[in-house]
């Protein structure tokens, strides 16, 4: 989030063109997001419209040495 310029005072109005009001709603808009997904975030910020893409990094693969 940091790295899409979202802010702590950034309204947050869409996740992927779907309207959220809530953390639940966010949290369900997000639920089938995997691995290498962008995901789309709107937000309202000093009263302007914008949008930000943050894409979901891989997991790192781990091993048993």
């Known amino acids: 989030a940091a790295e899409a310029a979202l802010k702590k005072d950034a309204g947050l109005t869409n996740v992927n063109a779907t309207a959220v009001k809530s953390v639940g709603e966010v949290k369900e808009a997000l639920g089938d997001v995997k691995e290498g997904d962008t995901v789309k975030f709107s937000y ?4 302007q419209a914008q949008t930000a893409e943050v894409k979901f990094p891989k997991r790192l693969r781990t091993s048993n040495l």
């Open 44 to 47: 309202k910020r000093d009263n």
